[in-house]
């Protein structure tokens, strides 16, 4: 059976989310979205099976292409970036997580109000200022904020960061308590951002400390992936 780690390993997660939940004290509820990229269509399978319903994929195509192969109604999140000659094929996804310009934030309206439904999406933001990530800058929050209002063809359900790899827990703890600013900054121009996504395989535990509402949980779950 492929994955037969998985129950275990999923229970042994829950319970540390649980455990942060109550250390951090911000009383969310958590999301495991299953990271399956890199996988074949077995891994979101073994995820259903698990009992999950969310799974992440990082680029549009190939998730398709599971799409089209696994029958059981997971929700499906895009988590990596996304080009904007793309938006047309995000039908089959629940949420959106990496919005990460105002010209994606545009071409993802457009098309959110040409299909008469409203693009789910989370506004990226590069709280740690890393060069090599995407995303909105913490400081053009409240302006995107605002330029967005109006925006028909748009749900924002919160914000998705990514902290730097081997981070301290001090580093940490910043990303994810700027991520919770900057979707508070969302909510006070009158958007639905409750969602805070954030806490990969190596950082979920302080994330979730810190209020996160979905974790983007690959290798944890699945095990070392090859590609
Ligand atoms: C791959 C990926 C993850 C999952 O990473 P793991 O360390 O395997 O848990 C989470 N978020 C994003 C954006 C990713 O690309």
């Known amino acids: 059976m492929p994955f037969q780690d998985l129950p275990a ?6 319970e540390r989310i649980e455990l942060a939940m109550e250390r951090g004290g911000h009383g969310q509820t958590v999301t495991i979205v299953a990271v399956t990229k890199t996988y074949g269509p077995d891994a979101p399978v073994a995820a259903w099976n698990a009992g ?4 992440g994929e990082n680029r549009v195509q190939e998730a398709a292409s599971k799409m089209l192969e696994v029958r059981v109604p997971l929700r499906w999140h895009l988590i990596g970036h996304l ?15 990496s919005m990460d310009s105002p010209r994606l934030a545009d071409a993802l309206a457009s098309y959110g109000l040409a299909r008469v439904r409203p693009m789910e999406v989370l506004l990226q933001v590069n709280v740690s200022g890393e060069g090599t990530k995407g995303g909105y800058e913490p400081a053009d929050v409240e302006r995107e904020a605002a330029r967005l209002k109006g925006f028909a063809g748009l749900a924002v ?6 902290a730097p790899f081997d981070a301290s827990g001090a580093v940490l703890r910043a990303v994810f308590s700027g991520a919770r600013e900057s979707a508070a900054l969302l909510r006070a121009a009158g958007h639905p951002a409750t969602e805070l996504s954030m806490g990969m395989s190596g950082d979920y535990e302080v994330a979730v400390e810190e209020g996160a509402t979905l974790v983007r949980l690959g290798t944890v779950l699945f095990g070392a992936r090859s590609a």
């Open 9 to 14: 390993r999923l229970a042994e997660v829950r």
């Open 52 to 55: 999950l319903k969310d799974v």
């Open 83 to 97: 080009q904007r000659n793309k938006v047309k094929e995000l039908d089959g996804f629940h949420l959106v997580h």
């Open 157 to 162: 359900r919160g914000v998705m960061t990514m």
